[in-house]
Nanobody, 123 residues
Framework: VQLQASGGGLVQAGGSLRLSCVAS????????MGWFRQAPGKEREFVAC???????FYADSVKGRFTISRDSAKNTVDLQMNVLKPEDTAVYYC??????????????????WGQGTLVTVSS
């Protein structure tokens, strides 16, 4: 099983980026898929999740700016990030788990992780 994330890069504050994650090795139609991030010196934190039924959940810090979407037929999950701020700078990881991922979800409980993609937002 592999989750391959892409789309990170350097962007100025106020700009946009779109992250993509492609999962392979099994079907993830019954899994929740989402994104976490980890800034330097900080713990990994929840960003957004799309359940298998299409419900979406967001961290308060990104609500109204980020949008998660998934295509279960293609095993993909995307994260559209708008109005980026310097505090959004982090390595972003895609994740998949049978349980819905929420701000209270412990990263150690997640079943599958991607390799991470770096997002840097300059001020």
């Amino acid at each position: 099983v592999q989750l391959q994330a892409s789309g990170g890069g350097l962007v100025q504050a106020g700009g946009s980026l779109r992250l993509s994650c492609v999962a392979s090795g099994r079907t993830f139609s019954s899994y929740a898929m989402g994104w976490f991030r980890q800034a330097p010196g900080k713990e990994r934190e929840f960003v957004a999740c799309a359940s298998w039924s299409g419900n979406t959940f967001y961290a308060d810090s990104v609500k109204g700016r980020f949008t998660i979407s998934r295509d279960s037929a293609k095993n993909t999950v995307d994260l559209q990030m708008n109005v980026l701020k310097p505090e959004d700078t982090a390595v972003y990881y895609c994740a998949a788990d049978l349980a819905v991922m929420l701000p209270t979800t412990m990263p150690s409980s997640i079943e599958y992780w991607g390799q991470g993609t770096l997002v840097t937002v300059s001020s």
